[in-house]
């Protein structure tokens, strides 16, 4: 049962209709908050949003590319004008396909790195220039008290801005960890840590609080899909095993770190890139090579999604 920790706030979720950003949607509706859902895709925007008002909760959708200034100006202001106020800003959106920006530097062509960058890391920029005013603006919520945050009465002079405002952006564990044949996603997610940390200095005295999230492989319903339709099993079980809790992630993990990112029990966390990996980013590589090889030997005939793919760069 939801807390209704946000009961009260406002909030834009970007790419909002399904995946992570979907389930990012609707948790945040049912910890209180009102939503706007912000997407290139009008229909499942649509039925994501009619979907968190049939369980009671409130939650209008946009249809736009928020690479775009005027959609990430439109949004604010929708946001603004359907509830008076804005609280959370979630930037999840990214619909670059890896045909259009797989490869290395050598096979990227600039047309893909412009558009990649746009969206994974231009988005990020326009919505907190428009998201930023609207929320110092909207101030503190109605009925908040900052004095319990005045350092315990050591604190000289009036408590600092808080619960102003909360931007969570969208990384990767590939803004950690890099691969090869993915020079787009992989330079945009990193970039994205670093532009979180900028924001995270630059507004904190403003009361507005600026993270990241790393997500691993979450399951999504495009990804359950793809499973199903190109492994078996004994490939999906070969991809559980490379995370040290033995499972893939699902759109609920990172939706749970979303909203508590977003609660005032995270208001002294600023600047962090959180990652929601089942571990992956804290292993040796080489006891994963001698876990994994024993395993393939002892089923030859799996298959898993990634067979197929095309990495875009040789391994040695």
């Known amino acids: ?69 005027e959609v990430a100006r439109g949004m604010v202001e929708q946001a603004m004008e359907a509830f008076g106020r804005l609280d959370i ?15 290395g530097a050598v096979e990227v ?18 919505g ?9 603006e909207s101030g503190m919520p109605e009925g908040f008290d900052p004095t319990p945050f005045g350092a315990y009465g050591l604190h000289e002079g009036d408590p600092p801005p808080v619960e102003v405002g909360r931007i969570v952006n969208m990384a990767s564990v590939h803004g950690m960890l890099q691969a090869p044949g993915m020079l787009v996603y992989e330079a945009g997610k990193a970039a994205v840590i670093g532009l979180t940390r900028q924001m995270a200095v630059q ?7 600026v993270n990241a999230i790393a997500p691993g492989h979450i399951v999504t319903e495009k990804l359950q899909k793809s499973w199903e339709e190109t492994s078996n099993p004994e490939g999906y079980r070969l991809w559980e095993l490379i995370y040290p809790v033995r499972r893939a992630g699902r759109m609920a993990d990172i939706a749970a770190a979303v909203s508590f990112l977003c609660s005032a029990d995270a208001s002294f966390i600023t600047g962090v890139c959180l990652p929601v990996d089942g571990g992956l980013t804290i292993q ?30 040789p391994r040695r």
């Open 89 to 103: 800003l979630v930037q999840n959106a990214f619909g670059v396909s890896a045909e259009a920006s797989g490869g």
């Open 284 to 313: 040796i590589q080489e006891n994963i090579v001698v876990d994994l090889k024993a395993y393939i030997q002892e089923h030859p005939r799996l298959r898993t999604l990634f067979d197929a793919w095309d990495w875009g760069a």
């Open 109 to 126: 062509e600039p047309e893909a790195w412009r558009t990649g960058m746009d969206l994974l890391v231009g988005a990020l920029y326009l």
């Open 1 to 69: 049962m939801s807390e209704r920790k946000l009961e009260g706030k406002a909030a834009i979720v970007t790419g909002g209709a399904q995946g992570i950003g979907g389930e990012a949607a609707r948790r945040l509706a049912a910890d209180g908050a009102k939503v706007l859902i912000v997407d290139v895709d009008k229909e499942r925007a649509a039925a994501n949003a009619g979907r968190i008002e049939a369980a009671g909760d409130t939650a209008v959708h946009m249809v736009g590319d928020v690479a775009k200034a």
């Open 203 to 209: 507004y904190g005295p403003l009361g507005i609080t």
């Open 128 to 136: 907190a220039k428009y998201a930023v005013p609207a929320m110092q």
